[in-house]
């Protein structure tokens, strides 16, 4: 087959970030398919740039097209981010011609659009992958208010669920939430965040090496690694670690990028027990992740973040971090079946802090965990998703 995969924000191996779009591109590749990624120009996690084209050596390629200038803090400037890539992705599908398949990742909604119209009107079947209810999420945030708007995105949200060949859903809550809501004739498959779990040698290999390069010797640090942003509750995180700064041997570490990276900084260079570090690697992270003691996973209140499951907390769990997240029904089945660590009540700053001093009271001696479930191993995840939209494209044969 001939696949597009269009994604604004895609990561590659060696980029900060999670790759699940790479590692599923790579599959593809290795089972024969030819395989072009369009992408955004620049990378979400640091807003660097990356080449405009690049062929990797697993046998798949990288058109990245314009952007605008990324994501700043204020919408306005992400829509316009957003409806750059929608315009410039729409000419590099009609410059490739006929494709088999289009699996288009979303948020942003606005570049699928008119790669589904593109898609119909070339013949080729479209699956669309939904890694956060947009514009659902947006409004429970405050992001967006204006009636019109949310009507017109809600109006595009509902088209696209309807009209796809296939939905690929990121959690049981996001495919749920679509069942509930939307006539969805298409099939739907919930393909959940996965991981390439740390093995143990290597864990205590790069451990003692990290924590002495970065001074961590004699604490039980406690790291946040992935995004800053405005659904993660970053107030409250700051809130719990000022309430902390009694505990001489906790620090908590604030890794990644996003809308509150900031405000961390600044709230860092306050309190001794708070530490930011910019986004690094993905095998970097995941090495840090390892030299750490406990993930930290915190989310916003909101019914609609029931059905969340934080690409964060799979990556702690895949380093064999004890974690403490949120109270939320998804996160809390996730944590409960696996031993993992504390429930928090989400947006309870008290709660955040309590929980923290429950497991920095412990921190030499974690809580039992049963290894990583099958469903959350990245291979497995390729696997499903490849056999997914073979059916789907199969269908029309």
Partial sequence: MK?????????????PGLPLLSSMAEQFAMS????????????????????????????????????????????????LSFFAFSLSSMFTLVWMGKVDLIYASSPPIFPTFPALLWAR?????????????????????????????????????????????GLVGLTQGISRWIQERYEVKAPITV??????????????????????EREWDGKCVAIFAGTIGHAQDIETLLEAAAQLIDQSKLLIVVMGDGAYRDRVNARARELNNLQFVEPISRAETMNMLAASDIGLCTLKSDPLFDGAVPTKLIDYLGAGLPVVAPDLKEIAAVVKAMNAGILYQAGDAQSLAGALRAL????????????????????????????FVEGVVSEAV
Wanted: proline fraction near 6%; include cysteine; glycine fraction near 6%.
């Fill in 121 to 165: 009107l070339t013949g080729a079947k479209f699956v669309l992958e939904i890694c956060d209810l947009w514009p659902e999420s947006a409004i429970a945030l405050g992001l967006i208010r204006n009636k019109r708007f949310i009507a017109w995105t809600a109006a595009m949200e509902a088209f696209l669920y309807r009209h796809s060949d």
């Fill in 191 to 212: 393909a959940r965040c996965a991981v390439s779990p740390i093995s143990p040698s290597q864990a205590i290999g790069n451990r003692a090496v990290i924590r002495r």
């Fill in 32 to 79: 024969g398919h030819e395989v072009t990624v369009i992408a955004g120009r620049y990378i979400r996690m640091g807003r660097q740039k990356a080449p405009r084209f690049r062929q990797m050596p697993s046998g798949y390629s990288i058109r990245r097209t314009w952007s605008g200038s990324d994501e700043g803090a204020d919408l306005l400037s992400r829509l």
């Fill in 3 to 15: 696949i597009v995969i269009l994604a604004q924000y895609f990561e590659e191996p060696d980029q």
């Fill in 360 to 387: 920095v009271g412990n921190c030499s001696a974690v809580i039992p965990r049963p290894l990583l479930p099958e469903e959350f191993k990245i291979e497995n995840r390729n696997r499903l998703i490849e056999r």
